[in-house]
């Protein structure tokens, strides 16, 4: 062949003639052309020196893909930097033309996909180019290329909320992706708003919370910018656990403590809505009476907390258990006929009961005991008990009955307490033997001062003052209110007295006198025109004045009345003695009320409402303006003082009726136990 020639320059050759001097020339070229490689020659990839007929593989390197790429570096990048997280193109160019492929010798540090390179991790990343060759070209010899990368940059996304709200106490979920896919962190940058633990986001106030998300970076990432998210924090709902009592029961009179505790933390307040079972303050509950008390606990809100639903609980409240105090008599012994006031106050402070349990020597009539016979009269109080309170145990004690209060003789009776001698009859009857035979006469006021009597021969009888009438006065009597077997045949009404009514009052009659009802028992003025029945007396006077000499002073805040002998509280209930006058302001009562007041005064505990013979002994019938009552021993005594007795009013006309002396003029009336009337506390058993 031609190209054989060409190689191996026959000797020959240039024996030919000139005419093909121009072709040996071309000839020539085209073998030089060869052996630079151009058309494969020189490789080897001609034919053997054996004459064959076949050409051999050309070889080939790979070399820089621009001019500008200085030796050593083959492989260029663009960009020339790499980071973690980013790319960059490898490029170089093999001498044959053909394609090249890439790849990462370091592959932790970096991977490559076609000729895109990508940061894996910070450090050297080697890159390798290779041409395997084809029918025309051997395998290129490897060339490599370092690189190296950098610390990635990374961001983060929106943060989000699962739930998309949060309240106060409340919680929702926060979650943001960084580009790197290291782990966020969270953060509040409102730690009064909201708190957050992870990526639990906690309410704590109503208001604006705002979460910071953060990727602090690694060794191969770059901190990532703060992101915030705003989320608003509303109000929190809040619930109140169940309510407990200490102790867990309860009684009417007795205490137990409530507690409960909002999820809020926020105080809880407590309330009755059983008013009339029990009450509530502060959070203590108080029993009233026997039966299923309700509390309820509120918890309000505030500026973080909506109201709470109201809890209630029930307890319930069982009777309670109640003591009656000692019985006491305001008289140390009574006589047959006479009388005593018994008094005795259950802890409960309901109405106690009396009752005899020696009928033949005493009976009782509401409180007030009679003697029957001589001897020992036992008393017995009760208190039966109610919805509220159970029965108490049952007190007893025992009085004295001596003899009888009057020592009658024939047409005559001497009161052994006052000494005071009385007709049995009235004036206009006639005493037969054992009855006052006829009818009373009715006189007038100045004909009945004039009256004398034959009636045991005695000539001092005389017209009985006011004081004196009311002592004959029967109080557990109506109807006649006078004991019938000492003065028989008494008619029921008005008596006159010997005492003028003193008033400076210019509306009321000059001319009044005092008179005593012996239908009930009443005192009142009369005038003196008119008429009205007579009973005579003798003996010394009782003084219807209440002087300043006739009081002891005590020094401690009693007197001792030295014409009874009774001790009496210088003030009013419940004021207290101090620096010589009544300290505090004054008070009312019902009767009802009235009656369970208890005193423990002056080293003395047997305080009690005075009888209403005792409070009449107060009275100042010389007096001639309210208060009728010696103010300079009672300083307190407002201007018109009512006061309550403890005695009832006999008469079933006039149910839950009492006693009471109006201290404006002196009269003695009964009123409804309802009305609020004052209290003046006695001491010490005395009569008239």
Not at 111 to 135: E, K, L, P
Not at 214 to 224: E, I, L, M, S
Not at 523 to 535: H, K
Not at 557 to 586: A, E, S, Y
Request: charged share 10%; proline share 5%.
């Amino acid at each position: 062949m031609i190209q054989n020639e060409c190689c191996q320059h026959p000797a020959g050759l240039f024996k030919v003639s000139h005419k093909l001097e121009s072709i040996m020339k071309l000839i020539l070229l085209i073998g030089l052309i060869f052996a630079l490689g151009i058309f494969g020659c020189g490789g080897g990839g001609g034919e053997s020196s054996g004459g064959s007929g076949s050409t051999s593989k050309a070889d080939q390197t790979i070399v820089a893909s621009t001019e500008e790429s200085a030796p050593p570096i083959v492989i260029s990048f663009t960009p020339a930097t790499l980071a973690v997280g980013g790319t960059t193109t490898a490029s170089a160019i093999a001498t044959s033309k053909l394609p090249l492929s890439f790849s990462s010798t370091t592959p932790t540090i970096c991977t490559m996909v076609g000729n895109t390179v990508t940061g894996v991790a910070t450090g050297t990343c080697t890159v390798a180019a290779n041409q395997a060759g084809d029918a025309n070209y051997n395998a290129a010899t490897q060339v490599t290329q370092n690189i190296t990368v950098g610390k990635g940059s990374q961001t983060i996304g929106t943060i989000s909320f699962t739930p998309a709200t949060l309240a106060v106490s409340g919680t929702t979920t926060a979650s943001a992706i960084a580009t790197s896919k290291l782990a966020v962190s969270f953060s509040s940058t409102t730690a009064t708003i909201c708190t957050v633990s992870g990526n639990t986001v906690t309410g704590v106030a109503a208001g604006t919370c705002t979460v910071a998300a953060n990727q602090a970076g690694d060794a191969n990432y770059n901190a990532a910018t703060q992101v915030t998210q705003n989320i608003t924090a509303g109000k929190g709902s809040q619930t109140i656990g169940t309510i407990n009592f200490t102790p867990a029961t309860l009684a009417v009179g007795g205490t137990t403590t409530a507690s409960a505790i909002a999820t809020s933390k926020l105080a809880v307040s407590f309330s009755s809505t059983t008013a009339t079972i029990c009450t509530v303050s502060g959070n203590t509950v108080t029993g009233v009476k026997a039966g299923t008390c309700t509390v309820a606990a509120n918890q309000a809100g505030n500026l973080n907390y909506n109201a709470a639903t109201q809890v209630p609980q029930n307890l319930t409240v069982k009777q309670s258990s109640q003591t009656i105090g000692p019985i006491r008599f305001n008289h140390a012994t009574i006589t047959i006929g006479g009388s005593a006031l018994a008094t005795a106050i259950a802890t409960s402070g309901l109405p106690v009961s009396f009752s005899s349990t020696t009928p033949t020597i005493c009976t009782m009539v509401g409180s007030t005991v009679i003697g029957v016979a001589a001897g020992t009269c036992n008393i017995a109080a009760d208190q039966a008990g109610d919805a509220t309170f159970n029965t108490a145990p049952q007190m007893t004690q025992s009085i004295l009955v001596a003899g009888s209060r009057y020592d009658i003789n024939d047409c005559a009776v001497t009161d052994t307490t006052t000494n005071l001698m009385w007709m049995r009859c009235s004036m206009g009857q006639t005493w037969t033997v054992s009855a006052c035979s006829g009818s009373a006469e009715n006189y007038t006021w100045t004909a009945a001062k004039l009256l004398s009597s034959p009636c045991g021969g005695y000539p001092d009888w005389r017209l009985p003052n006011v004081r004196e009438l009311q002592t004959i006065v029967g109080r557990t009597l109506y109807n006649t209110a006078i004991d019938p077997t000492v003065f028989p045949n008494t008619p029921a009404s008005y008596f006159w007295s010997d005492t003028t009514f003193f008033s400076a009052d210019p509306t009321l009659p000059s001319s009044s006198v005092w008179s005593v009802d012996f239908s009930y028992g009443y005192s009142s003025i009369y005038g003196q025109n008119g008429f009205l029945p007579v009973r005579l007396v003798r003996g010394t006077l009782l003084s219807t004045s209440r002087l300043d000499s006739d009081y002891v002073d005590n020094g401690d805040g009693t007197i001792t009345h030295t014409p009874t002998g009774l001790m009496w509280k210088r003030c009013l209930q419940p004021q207290t003695w101090d620096n010589n006058t009544c300290q505090g302001p004054t008070e009312t009562y019902s009767w009802d009320d009235a009656q369970t007041l208890t005193s423990n005064f002056a080293n003395h505990d047997d305080w009690h409402l005075p009888s209403e013979e005792e409070l009449l002994s107060l009275v100042d019938y010389t007096k001639a303006s309210s208060p009728t009552i010696n103010i300079t021993i009672f300083p307190s005594m407002p201007f018109q003082p009512y006061l309550w007795s403890a005695s009832a009013f006999a008469s079933p006309n006039y149910l839950n009726s009492a006693w009471y002396v109006n201290f404006v003029q002196g009269n003695a009336y009964n009123y409804s136990g309802s009305n609020q009337l004052y209290i003046l506390f006695v001491r010490a058993a005395q009569s008239f």
